[in-house]
């Protein structure tokens, strides 16, 4: 197998991409809705910089007037000293003045991009908040970055600079038009006759160059989404030394996104030569026409030069609504993709009128129950069963039995696909997304720690909590004794993940963060699984005191772990098969006896 054979297997074996372009038609309608990101500022910023720009805009068109057709043909031709001495000062005020509203309009477009991106970026991330476990199920966590930094990061000149500058190059063009043809009608005809070409050739590459910058985000997504999961697997790839093929996929996924950039920009740069070579024919034609009618006698020196004045004028607005144009074609492919991701609607979604539980006795029935992650896997399978209040349920099973499915359906991360979840006899499509989760607590074999201090990610579950409050729940879980002592105790900073800490220890924070959030309901994921021997007595007098009085889902593979539980129930493949309590279980000799059997010969042998 060749060098590229094996490029191309590699590729083929890390493909992954949940993006698509999105191929719809360039549409005014989306922009709008872009656009109504300005609205809060409609009042104060945006005002302020169209008056800025009005200004700016009426001294370029006011200027060569008074250069050419005043200052030429009558002071200087009638060597008038007085008006020429005023048309100087004139001008040049007028140019201060146009500094001045340049200068602001440069400090509040900045102000207003920022503020809208500000705006945008918070909007997309709140609302990804909102959205359903299936979401996140189908996407990886690189192209959702991408999607609220760099596709949010590209409309930042759009609102700094191409929002303005399109009206005042609209002001500009419409001046300098009605201006060309007050000076001389026939000249303006002459060299406005190449225009409609020069637009002819720019709508031909309208959808080359805004499909092109879609392609460019696709990329760009694609190689985020590898380094999010290659930074975050560094050491699996180390431990089987694939350092040499992820390496080569990261340079095919780059090499995509530098075609597709070096693609796009080729096309971008296409608008620019094309506005220069107009020009230049019309400047030909000025240079040409111009001089037969200054022979004739049908126009004066003085208009011929505000005429190459305004004629310069009349190009550099074109090739800035060029500019402007491929920033719009780059916001729409970003925009695009914003909105897809702002259209989603969550899958579990809050009732229109939902019922508060404040006091949750914490009663669990499932009524018939089914649920399928897709339309080829059932999870489950016809589940009923009912969990009283302050009952530990312990749930047992192979993998892929499913007890997390479970889980997700009391934590309402996903709705049953057929019956019915109630909490305290209420169906839970009825309750406050929020305050039914507020009561429940998960507690994952795999814990997630925040970059932070020990007590902060302690206290993510309950902010308002003191800090005498997080230690009493850290003692209750004996995670005090290893805190006090790091090196600045509660206080220490921990990194991305929790990596200076144990998996045991990041066990016991998580074990504390959910004994501080006092739930109704606790549910406890394989939460044992990765903690030792010692830490696991430890941790058994911990639960005593944490499931006391609370309703407890417990699942475990540990089946040494689950002994206290007032019932044990047996899953396979979606179906419940036994349930009971541990003795009851093994006095039956079913497959919970097989499971503990099986269990306990490993542990001989081990």
Known sequence: ??????????????????????????NWKQMWRLFSYLKPYSKNLLPAAFVAVFISALVRLVAPILIGK????????????????????????????SYIANKFRIKWMNMLGQNVIYDIRKHLFTH???????????????????????????????????????LMDFILLIGVVALLFTLSPQLTLAILIIVPLMFFISTSLRKKIRRSWQTVRLKQSKLNSHLNES?????????????????????GVNSENFRAWQNATKRNAMFTPMVEMTNAIGTAILIAYGASLIADESITIGIFVSFAFYLGMFWEPISRLGQVYNQLLMGMASSERIFEFLDEKPIVAESHSPISLTNMDGKITFESVEFAYDSSRKALHDVSLTIDAGQTVALVGHTGSGKTTIANLISRFYDATAGKVKIDDIHIKDLSIQELRSQISVVLQDTFIFSGTIIDNIRFGRPEASDEDVIEAAKAVGADDFIKNLSNGYFTEVEERGNILSVGERQLISFARALLADPRIIILDEATASIDTETEVKIQHALRTLLKGRTAIMIAHRLSTIREADNIIVLDHGHIMEQGSHQQLMEKKGIYYGLVKAQFNMLEVG
């Open 1 to 26: 197998m060749d060098h590229k054979q094996k490029k191309e297997k590699i590729m083929e074996r890390f493909h992954y991409s949940t993006d698509t372009i999105i191929d719809k038609p360039f």
């Open 70 to 97: 005043y200052t030429l043909d009558h002071a200087i031709a009638n060597k008038d000293i007085n008006l020429l001495t005023i048309l100087v000062v004139t001008i040049a005020g007028l140019y201060i003045l």
């Open 128 to 166: 990804v908040q909102t959205l359903s476990h299936r979401f996140f199920d189908q996407r990886s966590a690189g192209s959702i970055l991408v999607r609220i930094m760099n596709d949010i990061n590209s409309l930042q000149e759009l609102f700094t600079s191409g929002v303005i500058n399109l």
């Open 231 to 251: 930074i975050q697997g560094i050491r699996v790839t180390q431990s089987f030394t694939q350092e040499k093929e992820n390496i080569e996929f990261f340079d």
